[in-house]
């Protein structure tokens, strides 16, 4: 290759001139014809392929393929995205985002994450990144690293130690890779210790591609390469969107030159070059070359439900209010939250257009400060509902002579005037949040929760469906009888809730992120901001204030009840666990495995989450405030069980595997160490309700 060629290769082609490139792509890389090299297309969307390339399968959010807790499910979520990415002519997907927002449950982004704990967020984004690269998608993990709030992203100083970091979100990103093979890693728009994230030689040359081994490629979030010659260095190998007119610093002369002068090896150009050209057979882009078609739109809509009804979290259901039944049937009075249209979805970069069209579109609601963006602002977004009217649904599953009425939810008064007059009222409410914004709160916006305070007031049979990407605090909570979690439900949205809420689905979600019980009880109850607010000089974020205890460890730590812990969902039946045992004779080496026999002891099938957490000894600095040792999720197991049927389950805990489930990060030998003394072994369906398995123990 000619020293033009490789520089080619290294940046995208995005101008003033030329904002869109071939087959429309918003961000791309020209190939080489001359030696067969093709174009690298790429393309958004962690929850759907994205960048308005056309009406597109609109997944649930990826906080729900996370609250599936289900593999094979994750699987068939990554495999839509890669399919629809592909059909589209595009051959790189920028989804896989695993940033651990439990950290701040506010980020705007929630949606598109998979929640607080670095094994569950690692272990379904791998599947995502599995499924999509099998389509011959060039699939990556973003963004790189600890960029956990959008408010003033880029610049943004995430402070934390490096035993935290490593146990925490480079954990999860460090599972999504090594357990998918994915090629490409986007790194962020923050700095990480001072180091803006893309030209960050401890991310990306040691940790990145030094311990983990990474073969692939990083690339920069679009506009946030912080230097030329030194991010190259560092271990940047392309530049998005390049070149000319938007700041970009890998224009072909400037790398050219330094290459020329010395002052960037020729040797780090190379292997840039190799390590971009690597990942394109790797993921199989020359074998099988991306070709414009039609998307299946019926089976991907399928799967979009099912993905929904397996995401749903259930969080109360007194009295056995739902499934809805015949006593129910009579008037049923639908609230709120446009659901005669549509379901809301997530904006931003991850923002699908569905098929169909988008059902309404609100302008965005922005909160008023949102300092120092990069990339796309919140300002950009919209409020777009997908087509799939849970009003529409629910009639549908009613039978003649029901009488199912809407209202706006605009009038409270009015809402609760008819609600007094209905068998049940189902209300939804719904929090919009986009990339480039941060909620201010875990409040639902505006009225909504008066809405549901005065409804419930009128009927003792209120239903509460929630719309949104993550926490919520929920001050009626006690005053209604229901309430289903739905999170940004997708293209067939409705009728996932309304098989949920007439039982002809079970619900099985378990939730992937902590709900606090307020703003108050997190690490951080206020977002940090710059200070004055418009400088754009860079400002810390203190990640030391929980470390490593992310999300539900902080919550054990600090001996804080959460409103709703991680794990936590309600099913229709009701299972036990017993019988847990320990295998003999177990050691690091062998790990451990743990069994136990799961029923269901209900009058319904369903499937039940089992979790195993582990405590870990003392004395490496896990506490759970009460003395006890901190727990943290190292297996699970997501079992269909029909009524009054048991099944005996066993969960393999591999010291070896890229979870490092037994060891903690040694800052002394830089390594994963297994610690010695006695861990105790906990199986339950929430991470705050468990049982002792018995004590495994290491010695010396
Ligand atoms: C976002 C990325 C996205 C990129 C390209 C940025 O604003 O942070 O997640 O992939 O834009 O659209």
């Not at 807790?69 to 920028?94: H, P, R, T």
């Not at 609100?362 to 300002?379: I, K, M, S, V």
């Not at 599953?397 to 209905?422: E, I, M, Q, R």
């Not at 940004?488 to 996932?496: L, M, T």
Request: hydrophobic share 40%; proline share 6%; glycine share 10%.
């Amino acid at each position: 290759m000619t020293l033009d060629e490789k520089l080619q290769l290294v940046h995208g082609n995005l101008t003033l001139q030329n904002l869109v490139g071939p087959r429309g792509a918003g961000l791309w890389v020209l190939g080489i014809p001359r030696l067969g090299i093709p174009d690298l297309l790429l393309a958004d969307g962690p929850t759907g392929a994205g960048d308005g390339l056309g009406q597109a399968t609109a997944l649930p959010s990826s906080i729900a393929s996370a609250a599936s807790w289900d593999l094979d499910e994750a699987y068939k979520y990554g495999q839509v995205i890669g399919k629809e990415i592909s059909a589209f002519g595009m051959n790189v997907n920028l989804g896989g985002n695993v940033n651990l927002i439990g950290r701040e449950p506010r980020d705007g982004r929630t949606f598109e994450t998979k929640g607080e704990d670095p094994f569950l967020a690692g272990e379904i984004t791998a599947a995502h990144l599995r499924a999509i690269q099998d389509q011959y998608v060039i699939a990556g993990v973003k963004h790189f690293a600890l960029n956990d709030q959008e408010t003033a992203r880029t610049t943004a100083n995430a402070v934390i130690d490096e035993r935290s970091a490593r146990e925490s979100d480079l954990l999860a990103f460090e599972i999504a890779l090594k357990d998918s093979n994915a090629q490409m890693v986007m790194c962020a728009y923050d700095l990480v210790n001072e180091s803006y994230s893309c030209g960050n030689d401890h991310l990306l040359n040691g940790v990145l591609k030094g311990d983990w081994g990474f073969n692939g490629f990083v690339l920069s979030d679009a506009f946030a390469t912080p230097s030329s010659v030194a991010s190259a260095t560092a271990g940047l190998d392309q530049e998005q969107p390049g070149q000319y007119m938007f700041g970009g610093l890998w224009v072909p002369e400037s790398l050219s030159a330094a290459v020329q002068n010395g002052d960037l090896l020729l040797s780090r150009l190379n292997n840039m070059v190799h390590r971009i050209l690597r990942a394109m057979y790797a993921a199989g882009v020359f074998d099988h070359p991306a070709t414009v078609q039609s998307i299946d739109a019926a089976g991907d809509a399928a799967i979009a439900q099912e993905i929904e009804e397996q995401g749903a979290v259930l969080l109360k259901n007194a009295n056995g209010q739902l499934p809805l039944n015949s006593s129910n049937f009579a008037s049923i009075v639908v609230i709120g939250s446009h659901a005669d249209v549509g379901v809301l979805s997530g904006g931003g970069s991850a923002q699908v257009i569905p098929v169909g069209g988008a059902a309404l579109t609100l302008p965005p609601d922005c909160p008023a400060y949102t300092p120092g963006l990069g990339g796309l602002a919140c300002t950009n977004a919209s409020q777009i509902f997908d087509p799939s009217s849970p009003l529409a649904a629910i009639r549908a599953k009613v039978p003649a002579g029901a009488t199912v009425t809407f209202n706006d939810g605009t009038d409270s008064a009015a809402a609760a005037t008819l609600a007094a007059s209905s068998s049940v009222a189902i209300v939804f409410v719904s929090q919009w949040e986009s990339e480039g914004m941060d909620l201010q709160d875990l409040s639902f916006s505006g009225d909504q929760d008066a809405l549901v305070a005065a409804v419930a007031t009128a009927n003792p049979h209120t239903i509460v469906v929630l719309e949104n990407g993550g926490a919520q605090v929920m001050p009626w909570l006690g005053s209604v009888s229901a309430v289903l979690e739905a999170w940004y439900p997708g293209q067939r949205g409705g009728e996932a809730i309304a098989n949920i809420l007439f039982g002809s689905v079970n619900p099985s979600g378990k939730l992937p992120i902590t709900f606090p019980a307020s703003v108050n009880d997190l690490p951080r109850p206020t977002i940090p901001i710059p200070s004055p607010p418009d400088s754009t000089a860079p400002f810390n974020i203190d990640y030391t204030i929980e470390g490593f205890n992310v999300g539900y460890k902080w919550y054990q730590a600090q001996n804080i009840q959460p409103l709703f812990a991680f794990g936590y969902g309600l099913s229709y039946t009701t299972f036990s666990i017993t019988n847990l045992q320990l295998a003999p004779n177990a050691t690091a080496a062998s790990g451990l495995q743990v069994s136990f026999d799961l029923t269901n002891t209900g009058s319904l099938a369903g499937a039940e989450v089992a979790q195993v957490y582990l405590g870990f000894p003392s004395a490496i600095g896990f506490s759970d405030g009460i003395g006890e040792p901190a727990k943290r999720l190292v297996g699970w197991s997501k079992v269909p069980l029909q009524p009054g049927a048991q099944q005996h389950v066993t969960v393999n805990v591999d010291a070896n595997s890229s979870s490092h489930p037994l060891s903690y990060w040694n800052t002394s030998t830089n390594s994963w160490v297994v610690a010695q003394g006695d861990y105790t072994v906990y199986v339950g369906n929430s991470s705050d309700n468990v049982s002792s398995a018995g004590i495994f123990q290491v010695s010396p």
